[in-house]
């Protein structure tokens, strides 16, 4: 398989080259990093309701969809990252995602594993160390050919993927750093910045070359050749482009920003016969936490709705039902035009 | 009918991919199966395009995302895309629901209504297909 080892390339070549390889319909793993920083989304995702687009415009930093799954990461040379490009029906790809992931995460974990970081695979598709999310990879199927994507996390700004989102309000902002902070974790952290320190960029693409040349290799190194730098031309007048990073996806009735598989920032916004509600909470696998209730309806004795939202906390989200309704029978609570249903329609379960 | 705890309508036609199609008049309709539904986990993203498109049997017309994966959907037969069900542009999970039903994706005016033939049929072939898939798909 071929192999191209890039260092530190533009912004754009960092992913322009994988889906130029894809349409190319050429096999290869590519190792690099990007020299500056950038937000990428997901094909499906809306650019202007997921993005301050106005904040990275102001800082200079660009903003790309790329054909691949997953939700809006702010990238940077903090990260190294690792694309490989399978021709589509290759006897090398599991027919199931999730076989796919974990056979393909696994020289990712090797590799952590290598540095001292007690990494795991969890399905579907996150690598993590202590519960924390330390990898990051999407799928996308391109041309002929299945592209998978993801990185090593040496080191990340939290504060500029926190600042990046388009959010609801400060207050979601805050919540979506702490439980990132939380959730996801980096090299730097694990070992400490002293022991971090001596695993260099160059360090690391070597073990991951002989963790990934164990599934696919021998490996031909290569350097981008006149044909692939074409294609890269040839898709960068597309995508790199305003009218495709802006096409307009109908957002949902919520703000859920994903942190790592099972951990998602929440703000949803619910109309009623009795009026609006709003809440901002947490779910962490499968239970919520942080659960804040504010809105435009009647709640009389008012102070209930702060008993509720203990009464919440911690909940397993398929038993909020059960808890909303030994809430409305325990208590002396009035809430015209808001029933159980509604709740549930903000909380699941 | 149920094969190995997939539910699988025998009165339905099916291309490789685990999408069904069934004729409805003069056009085609078309959606995921329970055993790609199943598989997928929660969809998150279908892609909708414009009715009118071009259709070729075996190439992709659409994308369909669950898992951090980007998929692709390929066109069952040849013809043109009549109508989408918007319902999933702000709803993709009606797949999940009901893939059957609420959850049907496209309308497909075909060239030649006789395609259909050339799709999986019948309850025996389905069984036999589907087999074939759930020991491919165990494999690790």
């Not at chain 1, 393909?104 to 924390?132: C, H, M, Q, T, W």
Request: charged share 25%; glycine share 10%.
């Amino acid at each position: 398989m071929d192999l191209y080892l890039l260092g530190k390339v533009p912004w754009e070549d960092s992913q322009l080259i994988y889906h130029a390889m894809a349409e190319l319909g050429r096999e290869g793993l590519i190792l690099l990093s990007p020299a500056s920083p950038y937000v990428c989304i997901g094909f499906h995702q809306d650019a202007e309701h997921e993005v301050d687009l106005d904040f990275c415009r102001t800082n200079g930093i660009p903003v790309f969809r790329r054909d691949v799954g997953g939700g809006a990461v702010y990238l940077d040379g903090g990260q190294l990252f690792f694309q490989l490009v399978l021709p589509r029906g290759d006897a090398r790809i599991p027919a199931s995602k999730e076989a796919f992931y974990r056979k393909f995460l696994s020289p990712v974990v090797d590799v952590y594993r290598r540095l001292g970081i007690p990494a795991e695979y969890k399905p579907i598709n996150d690598v993590i160390a202590g519960g924390r999310k330390i990898s990051g990879s999407g799928v996308g199927e391109v041309g002929g050919c299945v592209v998978f994507v993801g990185n090593l996390i040496v080191d990340f700004n939290y504060g500029m993927m926190t600042r990046i989102l388009k959010v609801p309000d400060e207050k979601f902002r805050d919540k979506v750093h702490k439980t990132l902070t939380e959730n996801l974790s980096t090299i730097r952290r694990e070992l400490g910045e002293e022991r971090a320190a001596q695993w260099t960029e160059e360090r690391l693409n070597a073990l991951m070359i002989e963790a990934f040349g164990e599934l696919v290799g021998p490996f031909q190194p290569k350097t981008p050749d006149d044909a692939l730098r074409a294609k890269m031309d040839e898709l960068g007048s597309v995508m790199l482009a305003d009218a495709w990073l802006i096409q307009r996806r109908r957002p949902g009735a919520e703000r859920n920003v994903k942190i790592r598989s099972g951990v998602h920032v929440v703000q949803k916004v619910h109309k009623c016969r009795g009026g609006l509600i709003r809440a901002d909470f947490e779910v962490s696998d499968g239970r919520l936490a942080g659960v804040s209730i504010s809105g435009d309806f009647f709640c009389y004795p008012a102070k209930k709705i702060q008993h509720l939202e203990a009464e919440l906390e911690g909940r397993i989200v398929h038993e909020v039902r059960e808890a909303i309704e030994a809430f409305y029978a325990d208590n002396a609570l009035e809430t015209p035009g808001v029933g159980v249903g509604d709740w549930l329609a903000v909380f699941g379960g | 009918m149920d094969i190995e705890g997939y539910n699988l309508p025998e009165d339905l036609y099916y291309e490789k991919d685990h999408y069904w199609v069934k004729a409805d008049g003069d056009l085609l309709v078309m959606g995921m199966n329970d055993f790609a539904q199943k598989l997928a986990g929660k969809i998150v993203f279908v892609q909708l395009p414009e009715p009118g498109k071009a259709l070729e049997a075996g190439k992709r017309f659409a994308k369909v995302e669950s898992g951090k994966w980007l998929g692709k959907v390929n066109a069952p037969v040849n013809g043109e895309l009549a109508d989408v069900n918007e319902e999933l542009e702000g709803n993709p999970g009606l797949i999940n629901e009901d893939c059957y039903g609420k959850g049907w994706m496209y309308k497909i005016k075909p060239d030649n209504q006789a395609d259909l033939g050339q799709l999986i049929h019948g309850a025996e072939a389905i069984r036999t297909w589907m087999l074939e898939e759930i020991a491919k798909f165990a494999k690790k």
